[in-house]
Nanobody, 119 residues
């Protein structure tokens, strides 16, 4: 299973960015899919994720500013990030909890994409 991320980059405070992540490979079903982030010197933390039923979970620090959406047919999640703050600067990692075609369950990670919020 591969997770391919796109988006990210440099934006000024108050600006917007969007990220997308597509899962491919030997996938039977995707249970949860979403985004984590890791800032320099800090632990990786959940940003937002969503399950196969559409329930979405957000970190308190991004609630109301970020929106996660999912296209099950495309095995893709999208993270729209608005009103970005310098403290949102981090490497953002796509994450998916998957049942493979061999009926094995495992967690997969993307390679990470940098988001920098700075004037």
């Amino acid at each position: 299973v591969n997770l391919v991320e796109s988006g990210g980059g440099l934006v000024q405070p108050g600006g917007s960015l969007s990220l997308s992540c597509t899962a491919s490979g030997s996938i039977f079903s995707i249970h949860t899919m979403g985004w984590y982030r890791q800032a320099p010197g800090k632990e990786r933390e959940l940003v937002a994720d969503t399950n196969s039923e559409g329930a979405t979970n957000y970190a308190e620090s991004v609630r109301g500013r970020f929106t996660l959406s999912r296209d099950n047919a495309l095995n893709t999640v999208y993270l729209q990030m608005n009103s970005l703050k310098p403290e949102d600067t981090a490497v953002y990692y796509c994450n998916a909890y998957v049942t493979t075609q061999l009926r094995l369950r495992d967690t997969y990670w993307g390679q990470g994409t940098q988001v920098t919020v700075s004037s």
